[in-house]
């Protein structure tokens, strides 16, 4: 068991992302010293790089919010550059952290299962990840040798635009530009999984590590789960937005990386988070 104590030293890798702005907000504003690196400050893929400035800083809490996840992009080329960057940085970052006696928290997806378990998968669950994009996320996982660590697995994150350079939008900012444009959508009825924002995921965050959980891996997201066709639907209905949307199969619309029919994250560890329906209600108030 590690001793926690406030003013602990936080230092949050991809600041600029959607769930890492959120992190740095949350751990600033309960009393936490923490640093912010994106890309511009650190190249998390360079062994050497990454020894060296986390051993001069010395943070207490590593919290690595870096991803790439381009599903799509990495089925069609970018595989090379998922793995270094979802994989092997990840090793990087757990051997500095265990070099200097660091907490480590790093973020799983629910895209690392097959999604053939209607009722969802526990945290126990054997992963089978059906697209390129989900097994450079498993190699991250795998990657992770200290003991001193959270592996927090989430699913479809939003929130607050992201500042890092040609982030994605998230659904919910998407689907408010879509009905800007147009006024009949047609959405994919399939692929259930929960809606988490980021906002509750970076608070959740907080509270397992001072909360002094058990090191391992946690499912983390909001209560509840819906297929994207279901989650334009809230979306519109809490916004106010008057769109005709049509509920279509997923080779309606053909990508080159599969995605899991179902893929509901159940978490046996933790206190549950409120409803996806009341997170969202909440950030659509911030619009």
């Known amino acids: 068991m590690f ?14 992302g959607m769930l890492g702005q959120e992190l740095a907000r ?8 923490v640093t912010t690196w994106d890309k511009e400050e650190i190249d998390i893929t360079k062994k050497e790089e990454v020894s060296k400035r986390i051993s001069d800083l010395k943070p207490e809490i590593i919290v690595n ?3 790439y996840n381009a599903v799509d992009k990495i089925e069609e080329g970018e595989k090379d550059f998922a793995d270094q960057v979802n994989g092997y940085a990840v090793l990087n970052l757990s051997e500095a952290a265990e070099a200097v006696d660091a907490i480590f928290v790093h973020y799983g997806t629910d895209y690392i299962f097959d999604g053939k378990e209607i009722d ?10 059906q697209s390129l994009y989900a097994s450079s996320k ?9 003991k001193k660590y959270y592996l927090i697995r989430t699913s479809r994150l939003f929130g607050k635009q992201a500042q890092s350079v040609g982030a994605k939008k998230s659904f919910v900012d998407v689907m408010l530009k879509c009905a800007e444009e147009k006024d009949c959508l047609e959405l994919v009825d399939e692929e259930v ?5 980021v906002c509750d995921l970076a608070h959740r965050t907080r509270e397992i590590i001072e909360w002094k959980k058990p090191f391992g891996i946690y499912h ?9 066709y279901g989650w334009a639907k809230k979306t519109f209905e809490l916004s106010g937005k008057s769109v005709k949307l049509i509920p279509v199969g997923a080779d309606r619309f053909p990508r080159p990386a599969k995605r899991p029919k179902y893929s509901i ?3 046996t560890k933790l206190p549950p988070i409120r409803k996806w329906e009341e997170a969202l209600a909440d950030y659509l108030k911030t619009k």
Do not use: H, R
């Open 220 to 228: 983390v997201t909001n209560e509840g789960s819906c297929t994207w």
């Open 3 to 16: 001793k926690f104590s406030l003013f602990m030293k936080v230092l949050i890798i991809g600041s600029k």
């Open 193 to 197: 999984s929960s809606p988490t924002y």
């Open 265 to 267: 994250l159940i978490n």
């Open 65 to 67: 919010a870096a991803a």
């Open 120 to 129: 969802g998968y526990k945290e126990d669950a054997m992963p089978n990840p």
């Open 26 to 33: 949350e751990f600033a504003e309960n009393g936490y010293e």
């Open 138 to 146: 498993l190699l991250g996982e795998q990657q992770i040798k200290n």
